[in-house]
């Protein structure tokens, strides 16, 4: 925990942060905001970008705003703005009482354009869309002045009026920030600030049938809400300087933009758009599908927000891009749940074990630990009886050399209770195995001092009579390629999705201690790694979704490195 902490109190932006404390920039005041486009689900990439406003405002006792960047009503829905409410508070951060709408400055809003019109900063252009394209030229040719660009102030004024009075329909003109259109900076050849949309926005109905551009609005709602540090990603690094001149015209709060790389995972993308794409065409269920990045389908999965959060502390903050490995994400779930999920023994594909010599109609209820790395977790009774389920793959009918699991005339032990042996393979028409007969030392039952006698190999099981169904869900990554989207031209990010990342079983055989098991409650089953009781169970059909296996990738990952 130290040394993630120091991690992150020597990053960068905290440093800009505590030089303008020194220096008193602010007056002693720290302000951030999350600022996200209510247009699709908060993804893991959001996460960090939360954590780290709320995180600093927390650390230097300061606040955050939540603020709805609500400007393009065609793309916005109310759905998006509650999943976000739930998606941060599930991530136990606070916003006291400053949930904003950039909605709620259009009055403003359009003030300051009045105001950049008045002093001839900014006018009308009747040009067309494609037309104002043209116009802009390149990265390497300077622009091209619009005819309209020297309509006189009353004329701007009047138009204006008349855009928002309705007059007008949809993208007949535009109210364009008068700069330079010979700029280097291609965001400075006089961008658009408003546009007309006849549509209806969520919040503010049909008041309006102007609505600003983001680039408009954004760096205002920062200045409006007082905030000192606006912390974005790099691509608009490139903006700062047309937000830093809205300012600077309008003479009001100047918040300082300080920009960070956004965060990538491999094998999984971090785009709304692109995530809505896979949603729309059904390439995954939902939002809230678990093989999803999104703060939703994390949670189904069965993601904790101390995981997340602690996800983002360590891949810490930096200017230059980088693909984080998904393993990194993964192993800070495992270690989460390592101390606080209850072990228990579930099979996913049961083999009938037959004990031969256990009395056919005994029940025992053994001793089982609930987590061994946490005694106060307890203990608690689980059945054994004559007929078992074990994993089809602990067996093998002619094992290789080291196999430790069961095989023909070896031993093993069963978890909490005794040692079985193999006695007798019986098969269907087939050849197929579907059942053994075992026979078990009554001597080596788990926690007598005569249960000493050691065999290689444990395995889990659960008594046949005994045993609830269950469906499991096992996930693989959601894209083949560490990083999707790195294709070729005119190949469809899409192509890369991996066709095997949902696997249902739907004969599993589950200790009946989990009957009652809540949706959300998490456990780890025995050697097949964790599992979480998903959303869409019921009181008759038990459904688990599996977290992550137990195999720690990022460990070795890290152990190499040392
Ligand atoms: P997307 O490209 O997924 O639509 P966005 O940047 O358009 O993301 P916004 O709703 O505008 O989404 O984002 C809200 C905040 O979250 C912004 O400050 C943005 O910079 C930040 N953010 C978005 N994606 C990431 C990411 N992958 N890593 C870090 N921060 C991010
Ligand atoms: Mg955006």
Redesign the pocket.
Known sequence: MNKTNSISSSDFIRQIIREDLRTNKYGGRVHTR????PN?YL?I??A??ICLNFGIAKEFGGLCNLRF?DTNPTKEEAEYIESIIEDVRWLDFDWGNRLFYASDYFDKLYEYAVQLIKNGKAYIDSLTAEEIRAYRGTLTEPGKDSPYRNRSVEENLDLFERMRAGEFEDGKCVVRAKIDMAAKNLNMRDPVMYRILHSTHHRTGDKWCIYPMYDFAHGQSDSIERITHSI??LEFEDHRPLYDWFIDQLHIHHSQQIEFA??NISHTI????KLLQLVEEKRVISWDDPRMPTICGLRRRGYTPEAIRDFCERIGVAKTYAIVDIALLEHCIREDLNLQAPRVMAVLHPLRVVIDNYPETQVEMLDAENNPEDATMGIRKIPFSRVLYIEREDFKEEPPKKWFRLAPGKEVRLKHAYIIKCEQVIKNEQGEVIELHCTYDPETKSGLPSAERKVKGTLHWVSAAHAIKAEVRLYDYLFLQANPDEVEEGVDFKSNLNPNSLQTLTSCKIEPSLANAKPGSRYQFLRLGYFCVDTDSTDDKLIFNRTVSLYDTWAKIEKAQL
């Not at 971090?270 to 758009?273: D, F, G, N, P």
Request: proline letters at 11%; one cysteine or more; glycine letters at 10%.
């Open positions: 999350f600022p996200p486009e699709g993804h990439g959001h960090k970008s960047d974005c990603t956004r965060l971090l785009s709304k758009r």
